[in-house]
Every structure is written in structure tokens, then in C-alpha cells.
């Protein structure tokens, strides 16, 4: 009996192995098409945050970047003292770089940056001042943070509020790369350097989101 309630078990085990398997192998089908479909967006409207949405929920699809230091000497010739609190070695010898630093870098290397005119950006979506005076002190540069924050003001727009977001990241690159470094110094000898000093790889993330 007992030799039976083993091969029950063990059935039971091989089914459900069985079906976790080409359930996900069906999951990454489906989430390569939802990528495919993602990237066509954001080549198309030239964004790097696309959002889709189902009547069970939604789905985003982004870039996302993993930056390595190369050089940590060049970096340092670069941003000077600044990179004492902004980076630490390991002891694998691996830099761990601060979050907003390591945004910045990221930022400057793909140019992914811009000055823009949040306020009127903000006016554009039908918020009054005091809405907008809110939204400024509450906007980080995220993607899905921000519109949560834009659309709970009552922010309006037709294309689902993708090219204001994008800009409105842009805008906070800007400001973060300008709390370390002079942006008018960015000239061409500077990245040639900062790309001898980093590398950042770009890949191309998808997220879903659901109650569970």
C-alpha cells in the first residue's frame, strides 16, 4: 500500500511538473509577443516606457539599463570628489553606486536627458496651480509612479499621458545629472571619456500588473 501511495505521489508530481512547465513555456510566448508588440510602441512614438492595458490588468514594457564601471580613475577625473560618497568597492572589487548617481551616468550615456517646461506640461494636462505645485514636489522620473500621481490630480490626455511622462523623465535625468556635474560641460571629448570610464547595457524589460 504504501509502494502504491508513493507512485500516486510521485504521478501527481510528474503532472504537475509537466503542466508548470509548458505553462511557462506558454507564458513566455505570450510575454515575447507582448514584448514585440511593446517594442513596435516605443520605436514607433520614439518612448522608453509603453503601458498596455486588458480587462484583468495591464502591462508595461521599457528599457532597462545595467550599468559597469571600467575605469573607476577616469570617472574620478571626470566628477572628481563628488564620487567619494557616490561610489564604494567591494571587496569582489565591484563598485556599487549610489541609485541617483548611477541614474545620472546612465542618463548621460544613452542622452537621455532634456530641459523641459514641466509647469507648462503640467497646465497642457488641466491641472490648476495648486495641482501642479503638488505634482512638482511628488514627480520622480518614473514611469508608472508618475502617471499614478498625474491621473489621481485628474490629469487628462488622449495618448494615455506617455509623451508628458517621457518628458517629464527627461526633464528629472536633467536635473539629477545637473546636481553632479555642469551640463554644459557634456561635450563630445567628455563621453568619449565617461565611455572609456562605463559601460551600460540596454535591454528590454516587460512587467505585468494585476490584483492578486
Given at each position: 500500500?504504501?509502494?502504491?501511495?508513493?507512485?500516486?505521489?510521485?504521478?501527481?508530481?510528474?503532472?504537475?511538473?509537466?503542466?508548470?512547465?509548458?505553462?511557462?513555456?506558454?507564458?513566455?510566448?505570450?510575454?515575447?509577443?507582448?514584448?514585440?508588440?511593446?517594442?513596435?510602441?516605443?520605436?514607433?512614438?520614439?518612448?522608453?516606457?509603453?503601458?498596455?492595458?486588458?480587462?484583468?490588468?495591464?502591462?508595461?514594457?521599457?528599457?532597462?539599463?545595467?550599468?559597469?564601471?571600467?575605469?573607476?580613475?577616469?570617472?574620478?577625473?571626470?566628477?572628481?570628489?563628488?564620487?567619494?560618497?557616490?561610489?564604494?568597492?567591494?571587496?569582489?572589487?565591484?563598485?556599487?553606486?549610489?541609485?541617483?548617481?548611477?541614474?545620472?551616468?546612465?542618463?548621460?550615456?544613452?542622452?537621455?536627458?532634456?530641459?523641459?517646461?514641466?509647469?507648462?506640461?503640467?497646465?497642457?494636462?488641466?491641472?490648476?496651480?495648486?495641482?501642479?505645485?503638488?505634482?512638482?514636489?511628488?514627480?520622480?522620473?518614473?514611469?508608472?509612479?508618475?502617471?499614478?500621481?498625474?491621473?489621481?490630480?485628474?490629469?487628462?490626455?488622449?495618448?494615455?499621458?506617455?509623451?508628458?511622462?517621457?518628458?517629464?523623465?527627461?526633464?528629472?535625468?536633467?536635473?539629477?545629472?545637473?546636481?553632479?556635474?555642469?551640463?554644459?560641460?557634456?561635450?563630445?571629448?567628455?563621453?568619449?571619456?565617461?565611455?572609456?570610464?562605463?559601460?551600460?547595457?540596454?535591454?528590454?524589460?516587460?512587467?505585468?500588473?494585476?490584483e492578486k
Open positions: 500500500m504504501e509502494m502504491l501511495r508513493s507512485e500516486s505521489l510521485i504521478d501527481k508530481a510528474i503532472r504537475l511538473d509537466k503542466l508548470i512547465k509548458n505553462k511557462k513555456k506558454e507564458l513566455d510566448e505570450v510575454k515575447a509577443e507582448l514584448q514585440s508588440k511593446g517594442l513596435q510602441e516605443l520605436e514607433n512614438k520614439n518612448l522608453k516606457h509603453v503601458q498596455m492595458f486588458s480587462d484583468d490588468g495591464s502591462c508595461e514594457v521599457l528599457y532597462k539599463q545595467k550599468l559597469e564601471i571600467e575605469n573607476v580613475n577616469t570617472l574620478k577625473e571626470i566628477f572628481g570628489d563628488v564620487l567619494d560618497s557616490k561610489i564604494s568597492k567591494k571587496e569582489e572589487v565591484k563598485y556599487e553606486v549610489e541609485s541617483k548617481f548611477k541614474s545620472s551616468l546612465i542618463a548621460i550615456y544613452m542622452n537621455d536627458y532634456k530641459k523641459h517646461d514641466v509647469d507648462a506640461i503640467l497646465t497642457t494636462l488641466g491641472l490648476d496651480e495648486n495641482k501642479r505645485k503638488l505634482a512638482m514636489k511628488k514627480l520622480k522620473g518614473e514611469y508608472i509612479t508618475d502617471k499614478k500621481i498625474l491621473e489621481s490630480l485628474g490629469a487628462v490626455d488622449s495618448d494615455g499621458l506617455e509623451e508628458e511622462l517621457d518628458a517629464i523623465r527627461e526633464n528629472k535625468n536633467y536635473e539629477n545629472i545637473s546636481r553632479y556635474i555642469n551640463i554644459e560641460s557634456i561635450d563630445n571629448i567628455f563621453l568619449e571619456k565617461l565611455k572609456r570610464a562605463i559601460s551600460v547595457e540596454d535591454t528590454l524589460a516587460l512587467g505585468l500588473n494585476y
